[in-house]
């Protein structure tokens, strides 16, 4: 029975960039993946014959301002130079997200310029000191009409509860601009792949054996045997059986078309935030890579639609009572020879970027004292 330096459970960023890394410093690894593909949730196929990119869990954008990361991904593929920028129908009407100059204008039907906006914004906020919650923050930072027109519908279909009930923190993501600026992303460097990711995740696990349709935890001990080190990528709740209780997640799911149509709604994103409409979003995919020549009689989008399915989680809700359900699961983790990395096992948001950060920093830190013993 081969043995691996490296066992590494989970096909995603972190899980691909540290088995890269690994293997890169000359160790044997082994990629045990529980999905029928490598790459996570950052999948991606060609749609039929119509040559568009379909981003099977969703539009991802690759940004950061951070060369040292965005020179190590672009050595497994090239970007285009795209710009994420989305729109936001409310009401039957279009507005501009994140929330700028543009939508307050249009939003209010007035014609502020910048230096007169901060003020104007100011008389609608409402003045809480320390926002304990989501609504909280969101009321101090834009008011009630902004929150409820583009927040509150949009938070509480994605999320399955009441705003009030979720942290604060989750706005931040959401950037605030008495600017024109539309640009979703205020980072240097942006893009997408231009063959898509799943060439990309080829690339990172080039010469690394992968084990697709495996389930580690359902014979952990036999794949635990083969390894001096298991690197683990999934959700921490579910690693230890749930023993502590269960964390709670949000999952997605999509429904895709194909129209005969050479453009559907003239973005790739759209957000739906009224809570009348079901879905929270509807994807365009062929507008990610206007480098491309398509097939323009057709495109296809994807409705995307908020759901709870504990088999295929994708955010960590972190309610106050998560946040203290996963410190006893961090403070068990530390019990375990387990590396635990990424979005599932650490239960947090990250961005793209910053998964690809902490895996290098993981592999250095556990490469290092391998290079000093030699």
């Known amino acids: ?4 330096d490296y066992i590494i459970v989970g096909s995603g960023l972190f899980g691909a960039v540290f088995a890269q890394q690994v293997h890169e410093a000359g160790h044997s690894a082994l990629v045990i993946e529980k999905r029928s593909h490598v790459g996570g949730n950052c999948y991606s196929y060609e749609y039929e014959d119509t040559g568009i990119i379909v981003h099977a869990y969703g539009t991802h954008i690759f940004h950061t301002s951070d060369p040292r990361i965005w020179r190590y991904v672009n050595r497994f593929t090239e970007f285009n130079r795209y710009q994420h920028r989305v729109l936001a129908m409310h009401q039957d009407s279009v507005f501009p997200l994140p929330i700028n100059l543009g939508t307050i204008n249009a939003f209010f039907g007035v014609n502020l310029r910048p230096v007169e906006a901060e003020s104007f914004l100011a008389h609608k ?15 101090a930072l834009i008011g009630r009409e902004l929150y409820e027109a583009f927040i509150k519908g949009y938070t509480i279909k994605q999320w399955g509860c009441d705003p009030r009930d979720l942290p604060a923190a989750i706005i931040t993501r959401l950037p605030i601009r008495t600017s024109f600026q539309d640009s979703y992303f205020d980072d240097v ?3 997408v792949p231009v063959r898509g990711y799943s060439p990309m995740f080829a690339r990172l696990l080039e010469g690394i054996p992968v084990e697709l349709g495996t389930d580690f935890l359902k014979d952990r001990s036999y794949w635990s045997a083969r390894a001096r080190r298991i690197v683990y990528t999934g959700p ?10 269960h964390l709670n997640w949000r999952s997605v799911r999509f429904e895709l078309e194909r129209h005969r149509l050479p453009d559907y709604q003239g973005t790739s994103v759209m957000n739906f935030p009224d809570q009348k409409i079901p879905y929270t979003r509807v994807h365009e995919p062929k507008h990610l890579h206007p480098e491309r020549a398509f097939n323009w009689n057709d495109t296809v989008i994807a409705r995307e639609y908020p759901w709870n399915d504990p088999s295929e989680p994708y955010y960590p809700v972190n309610s106050e009572t998560d946040h203290h359900l996963y410190s006893k699961y961090e403070k068990l983790a530390k019990t375990e020879p387990v590396l635990f990395g990424g979005r599932l096992a650490r239960y947090k948001y990250f961005d793209m970027h910053q998964v690809v950060g902490s895996a290098l920093a993981a592999a250095r830190d556990h490469l290092q004292p391998c290079r000093a013993a030699v």
Not at 236 to 245: K, Q, T
């Open 236 to 245: 921490i709740d579910r690693y230890f059986d749930h023993a502590l209780g």
């Open 1 to 4: 029975m081969k043995t691996y």
């Open 125 to 139: 906020r409402k003045p809480i000191a320390n926002p304990r919650n989501l609504e909280e923050k969101a009321l």
């Open 189 to 191: 460097y942006q893009g």
